[in-house]
């Protein structure tokens, strides 16, 4: 029997407007390269354009991680063992989350937690999940770890705790901020807790920037959404149009970076920020990492964490590893 879809905590903990408005001006004001957070890039339009970009023929990670599960969702729920909950960071449509909860509801009865800072990801996620058979979805509008710090507090005796970051979403993180958060989500869990972390791998780079600059433009309507959420939230004066959406691979830091670049010299009032921004032509306000890794050191990082790797799993059509770790 399917439980109806609930949603915890929609709206109190989802980023205030005054959060947003001072993360854009802090952003906006960094000495030498201007940046946006990347989680600003989801709102209901930047979620939907996201779920576009993952159709795109251009953007392989997402069917690479839906092709791992699809194969291997089976052995990462037997590694498993007794009665496990799920919890899910930056859960999106949680459309390929499927394959791991039917795995394990051939087994048990499963409580299944997102966690996304967009109500619109958790509200479509409801819908792609809320009725399977033998799964009960309870979502959390929140950041990752306050959120999972909610789903601990509902574990029962006895449950171990799964915790799903799909995506490669880890790669936005710098590297050491990646791997720090990796520390973060290991002090929240108990020892023979489980983390399934994917990673986009290192590929060609014509392949990658491609794969972050489609040729309908659809990643950079995602990119350019920001400007257009402080537009409309912080009643903003951007002008899209002077906009161009630049997408470099830094070979050294092995990552794509998105970022937005001035067609010429620009003044910009964000108003309810009580900001005034001064672009000359060609800087750039950098919005996204997205961070390529090798599947060893995605296991270094773990162990570095306080993970034991329990299995690795790649797909050799887009290079994409998800990662079975038990916190040690
Ligand atoms: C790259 S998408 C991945 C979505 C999905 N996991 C997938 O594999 O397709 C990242 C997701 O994380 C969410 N997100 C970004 N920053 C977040 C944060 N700080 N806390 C919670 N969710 C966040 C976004 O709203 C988005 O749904």
């Keep these: 029997m ?7 905590g929609a709206s109190a903990t989802a980023p205030a407007l005054s959060e947003f408005s001072s993360d854009v001006v802090i952003g906006l004001r960094h000495p030498g390269q201007k940046e946006l957070p990347s989680k600003y890039l989801y709102d209901s339009l930047g979620s939907a354009l996201f779920d576009a970009i993952c159709l795109l023929p251009e953007y392989g990670l997402s069917r690479a991680g839906m092709r791992l599960l699809q194969k291997h969702a089976s052995e990462v729920i037997d590694c498993l063992p007794g009665p496990v909950m799920v919890a899910e960071l930056g859960s999106g449509s949680g459309e390929k ?8 509801a051939r087994r048990q009865r499963v409580n299944y937690y997102p966690i996304d800072i967009s109500g619109t990801a958790l509200y479509r996620c409801q819908q792609e999940l809320s009725q399977m058979e033998m799964v009960s979805l309870v979502g959390f509008e929140s950041a990752y770890l306050e959120g999972l710090h909610k789903v601990v507090a509902r574990r029962r005796e006895g449950e171990r705790l799964l915790v799903l970051f799909l995506g490669s979403t880890i790669g936005n993180f710098d590297r050491p901020a990646g791997e720090q958060f990796l520390r973060d989500v290991r002090g929240i869990l108990e020892v023979g807790d489980a983390l399934l972390l994917a990673t986009d791998l290192e590929k060609p780079i014509p392949v ?3 794969a972050y600059d489609d040729p309908p433009g659809v990643t950079a309507a995602f990119n350019k959404n920001i400007l257009a959420r402080i537009n409309r939230e912080l009643d903003g004066e951007f002008d899209l149009g002077q906009f161009e959406h630049v997408v470099r691979y830094d070979e050294r830091e092995r990552r794509i970076e998105m970022h937005l670049q001035s067609k010429c010299w620009q003044r910009i009032a964000i108003r309810k920020a009580g900001f005034r921004l001064e672009l000359r032509k060609g800087e750039t ?8 890794y090798d599947p060893a050191e995605v296991r270094e990082m773990g162990a570095r964490s306080r993970f034991d790797c329990a299995g690795q799993w790649i ?5 994409f590893a998800q990662t079975l770790f038990f916190a040690a």
């Design 285 to 292: 306000i950098w919005t996204e990492s997205s961070h390529k």
């Design 97 to 104: 989350t499927r394959h791991l909860l039917e795995a394990l």
């Design 208 to 210: 990658l920037k491609l």
């Design 315 to 319: 797909d050799f059509e887009w290079p």
């Design 2 to 8: 399917a439980s109806s879809p609930r949603m915890a």
